[in-house]
């Protein structure tokens, strides 16, 4: 599991748990490495800043029986 600096890791896993729960189904956490936080203002970040535009990556969400929900 991998998420932004900015966001609450225990904060998804807690939501992660909830759409497990609801929909019957046991939640497995494979691996959970921390945020890496990199400043803005670095060569790496403007790059992947780009790749996000020209691809149009979208962020994580959640899927449940009813609805698609974002999980940040």
Do not use: S
């Not at 790496?44 to 009813?66: A, S």
């Amino acid at each position: 599991m991998r998420y932004p600096a900015t966001v609450d890791g225990e904060a998804i896993l807690e939501k992660l748990q909830l759409i497990a729960q609801t929909m019957k189904v046991e939640l497995l956490i494979n691996q959970h490495k921390l945020p890496l936080y990199v400043e803005q203002d670095k060569d790496f970040i403007r790059k992947m800043q780009q790749l996000d535009q020209e691809f149009d990556v979208c962020l994580p969400i959640g899927i449940t029986k009813q609805k698609i929900i974002n999980l940040v």
